[in-house]
């Protein structure tokens, strides 16, 4: 009896002290003012999933599910109020975005990806976390969210979560930091990238556009309509380029030019390929990872 008391003892020191939890979810309903084929969507979480999927009707029906755990009530309540949902109307386009106390969000003068700056957006200002800002809990705030399937469609989310985006026809933007990114059944022109986890692309019909693919620690598998014409270029450190298309040829070397404060900056472009009669440009990049490029 002993010796059983002393491993129970022992288990109950390694525990954690119980957090106190408060959940809630919340339902906005929304529409563009003007309404065009410029309708855009921007979806900017932090922590938590962001779903999103398209249907035929013209309101955005948003779904938030909303989580705060804390070691204290004290500090739970301060979660529960703290962390909120903003809106922000535009007028042809709407930004649905997570209120926190350590950053504000709104039009910057430049906004930075991957480390580098890619010109004007809307983003969080994170420069609070220096002055001594911390929150005293843990949040989660999970989007679900039906959009007119035509619009063009920004999303976003850093932890504990992944994108999915599912039968939206225009432009899409989709960039996750700890988690992988998901979509299917999309049209347009798109912008894909995680640090760590996969990017998975599946086309109902082939972009028109430019697009660009990135994981750094993660795979991308990429699925087009047969009859795919494009000019793909593949860049990465330890992966390979892995395609079931017969029409492809490599392309001559690219050299690109851009004046720096230095001077010119050079960069030589090999691994480029033309798929089928060539067309819009497809790039992919990984790190740790491998690039599957298959027609279905």
């Not at 129970?8 to 309903?29: C, D, R, Y």
């Not at 979806?43 to 035929?56: K, L, R, W």
């Not at 903003?86 to 649905?96: K, M, N, S, Y």
């Not at 990114?181 to 990017?199: E, F």
Request: charged share 25%; net charge neutral.
């Amino acid at each position: 009896m002993k010796k059983i008391l002393y491993v129970i003892l022992l288990w109950s020191v390694g525990l954690p002290s119980l957090a106190q939890q408060f959940n809630e979810t919340i339902k906005k309903e929304l529409q563009f003012e003007r309404r065009g084929a410029n309708n855009a969507l921007m979806i900017a979480n932090i922590n938590g999933h962001v779903n999103v999927e398209g249907y035929n009707g013209d309101k955005i029906l948003v779904t938030v599910d909303k989580e705060i755990m804390a070691k204290t009530n004290e500090r739970l309540e301060k979660g529960k109020t703290e962390i909120q949902l903003g809106v922000i109307d535009l007028v042809d386009t709407l930004i649905v975005y997570v209120k926190i106390p350590c950053s504000d969000f709104g039009r910057r003068n430049q906004r930075y990806h991957r480390n580098k700056r890619d010109g004007k957006g809307w983003n969080y200002n994170w420069s609070s976390w220096g002055n001594d800002c911390k929150e005293e809990y843990r949040y989660l705030m999970n989007f679900t969210v039906k959009v007119p399937s035509n619009i063009n469609l920004a999303v976003s989310t850093i932890n504990d979560g992944d994108i999915s985006v599912h039968n939206v026809k225009g432009a899409v933007y989709a960039d996750n930091i700890n988690g992988s990114v998901k979509l299917t059944s999309i049209a347009g022109g798109t912008s894909a990238s995680t640090i760590n986890g996969d990017v998975d692309l599946e086309y109902d019909a082939n972009p028109v556009a430019p697009c660009r693919y990135y994981s750094l620690n993660g795979d991308i598998n990429a699925n087009f309509k047969k009859g795919l014409g494009a000019s793909v270029s593949f860049e990465s450190f330890n992966g390979d380029l892995f395609t079931n298309i017969d029409r492809i040829e490599s392309l001559p070397v690219q050299i690109e030019k851009k004046p720096k404060r230095e001077g010119i900056e050079y960069k030589v472009n090999g691994n480029r390929f033309k798929v089928g009669n060539g067309g819009i440009n497809l790039d992919f990049e990984t790190f740790n990872g491998n690039v599957y490029l298959k027609e279905i």
